[in-house]
């Protein structure tokens, strides 16, 4: 983003901003922007064929904050997915994003309902049965978003007649490189090869950042990436203004990280045809490269990330390897799953760098000391604020260090880098070269003086949470990032670990009213 659409973009937000006289300075750094300000995030699910297979082996339950219970598509590929869209749309903090949910099209789908009856606008008639269904429009998480999108996905079934209690989210057709066609015609308000005109609900142009994250089925024989029917997404791509370079069919040969069950770790997306699916990177690659916005300086495309739900003993290498070119050419990152923690920690990190919603305010700066001798001059200490969304004098602020390290991976290229306690990069996107920097700090980061506990309080609170996992911590009653209600790791939580966590423990047991306790920090 350039010079000029940061002005532009600072100058609107100051606009829709605006107050009467005698509002505060804070005022600039309050959440108070609307929904058009709101990273989009569209989710595109492989809802065909192998999303019903089998999947015994992986088990899950709703969380505490989803309301409990278990997904009605459990023991199936469906229900791992169900289960974790779930768990992570809960645990967002409220109006952090807007979030949309697009699946393979089928003809079941024509003018089927909403199950909630309150989507504004209401679930549309999908048309022909071809290309994908906006099964729901983007729309903001705050409370009642949340609240309705996870009481739809919590009543999908995989057959039968949708009503006004179940919705049947199921395919039978791959439409692999089709969606990826109807969900940039849904963004750029053009039309889809489900033959709806999107002219009308497309969302709002602004400064907001726009993304897909196309989540791809890779369990069993079917699960391989396909476009049935007579919709041509080649064709949709020469029409939707693609250049030259931009129909060149993608044939590098890609690693399939040696997941499936093969003997050859790669694949060579080689026999591109309309119907291979093979076509889903050169659409990333398109929706990336093209600007959505003509009335907005500097070009906005749409970013793409994959999720691969993999079953190793029985996939195939075709579609993880897809799914890494398209997370490349889309300007994302490519996660593979194997069971539903890893899913849902691949949905809430790629959430996590796409809402970046904990900032520090502060520059870095080093402490120095000539008594020391240069073994303090790696220190990095970053102080952190978080404004307060209802534009409130107090604010969430915390003190916490870092380290810089040397990455000698290329002896040709050393270079420094943002380093976490445990040594490994603490800014998203340093860990990988090719992964788009957000130049916030990473979900999984530890800063020093973090710790975790479970020995004693409050890290001890109920050491058995549901699907055997620990749940206890400080912030057990308000779990956030990837922690949940533990402080370690603390990640880009303002309010956990560093020196706040330091003053919380000596609270527990210190008694600061005699002489020789320690003195009172506020």
């Known amino acids: 983003m350039n010079a000029k659409l940061t002005a532009l973009c600072v100058v609107a937000?100051?606009?829709?901003?605006?107050?009467?006289?005698?509002?505060?300075?804070?005022?600039?750094?309050a959440g108070t922007g609307t929904d058009a300000s709101k990273p989009n995030v569209l989710f595109v699910l492989d809802n065909a064929a192998s999303f019903s297979e089998s999947v015994s082996s992986f088990t899950c339950n709703y969380s505490a904050a989803a309301g409990g219970g278990t997904p009605s598509l459990s023991g199936t590929s469906a229900g791992i997915q169900q289960c974790a869209l779930v768990n992570a749309i809960a645990a967002l903090p409220e109006g952090s994003v807007n979030i949309g949910l697009m699946v393979f099209n089928e003809n079941q789908m024509t003018g089927s309902p909403a199950p909630d009856g309150t989507s504004s606008p209401p679930i549309l008639d999908c048309g022909n049965g071809q290309g994908g269904c906006l099964v729901k429009p983007l729309r903001v998480m705050d409370q009642a978003g949340k609240a309705s999108m996870i009481d739809f996905i919590k009543k999908w079934k995989d057959s039968g007649s949708s009503d006004a209690n179940s919705f049947n989210i199921k395919a039978n057709t791959k439409r692999t490189a089709q969606t990826m066609q109807e969900a940039w015609a849904y963004y750029a308000g053009s039309t889809g090869l489900s033959g709806i005109n999107y002219a009308g609900i497309k969302p709002p142009a602004g400064c907001q950042q726009n993304y897909v994250i196309f989540v791809g089925t890779a369990v069993g024989q079917p699960g391989t990436p396909g476009d049935g029917g007579s919709a041509d997404?080649?064709?949709?791509?020469?029409?939707?203004?693609?250049?030259?370079?931009?129909?060149?069919?993608?044939?590098?040969?890609?690693?399939?990280?040696?997941?499936?069950?093969?003997?050859?770790?790669?694949?060579?997306?080689?026999?591109?045809?309309?119907?291979?699916?093979?076509?889903?990177?050169?659409?990333?690659?398109?929706?990336?490269?093209t600007d959505l916005y003509s009335t907005i300086e500097d070009q906005q495309g749409i970013t793409t990330y994959t999720i691969g739900v993999v079953q190793p003993s029985t996939c195939k290498p075709d579609y993880p390897a897809l799914l890494?070119?398209?997370?490349?050419?889309?300007?994302?990152?490519?996660?593979?799953?194997?069971?539903?923690?890893?899913?849902?920690?691949?949905?809430?990190?790629?959430?996590n760098k796409i809402q970046a919603v904990n900032s520090a305010f502060a520059s870095a700066s080093l402490p120095i000391s000539v008594n020391t001798q240069g073994t303090f001059l790696n220190q990095v200490f970053i102080g952190q604020f978080r404004p307060d969304a209802d534009g409130k004098p107090r604010w969430m602020g915390n003190l916490k260090q870092y380290k810089?390290?040397?990455?000698?991976?290329?002896?040709?290229?050393?270079?420094?880098?943002?380093?976490?306690?445990?040594g490994n990069p603490a800014i998203a996107g340093t860990a990988d070269p090719t992964e788009k920097l957000t130049g916030f700090l990473s979900i999984q980061a530890r800063s020093f003086w973090t710790y975790r506990n479970d020995s004693v309080l409050p890290d001890s609170i109920n050491p058995t949470?549901?699907?055997?996992?620990?749940?206890?911590?400080?912030?057990?009653?308000?779990p956030q990032g990837f922690a949940g209600g533990f402080d370690s790791p603390d990640g880009n939580i303002v309010e956990k670990g560093g020196v706040a966590q330091q003053i919380r423990k000596e609270n527990l047991t210190v008694n600061y009213a005699t002489s020789d306790g320690p003195r009172r920090l506020y």
């Not at 937000?13 to 505060?24: K, M």
């Not at 890494?324 to 890893?342: D, L, R, V």
């Not at 002896?411 to 976490?420: E, Q, R, S, V």
Request: aromatic share 10%; glycine share 12%; proline share 4%.
């Open 233 to 289: 997404p080649v064709g949709a791509l020469v029409a939707a203004g693609a250049t030259a370079a931009q129909q060149q069919p993608i044939t590098v040969t890609y690693p399939q990280n040696a997941l499936c069950n093969t003997s050859n770790p790669f694949y060579s997306m080689g026999n591109h045809t309309s119907s291979s699916g093979l076509y889903g990177d050169e659409w990333a690659r398109f929706m990336k490269q």
């Open 404 to 422: 810089f390290g040397l990455d000698e991976t290329d002896p040709n290229n050393l270079h420094l880098f943002l380093a976490d306690a445990d």
């Open 465 to 478: 949470g549901a699907n055997g996992t620990t749940a206890g911590g400080f912030w057990i009653n308000n």
């Open 324 to 351: 890494t070119s398209m997370a490349k050419e889309g300007g994302g990152e490519y996660f593979a799953t194997t069971g539903f923690q890893e899913l849902v920690d691949a949905i809430a990190l790629i959430l």
């Open 13 to 29: 937000s100051l606009t829709l901003l605006s107050r009467p006289a005698g509002s505060e300075d804070i005022d600039i750094f």
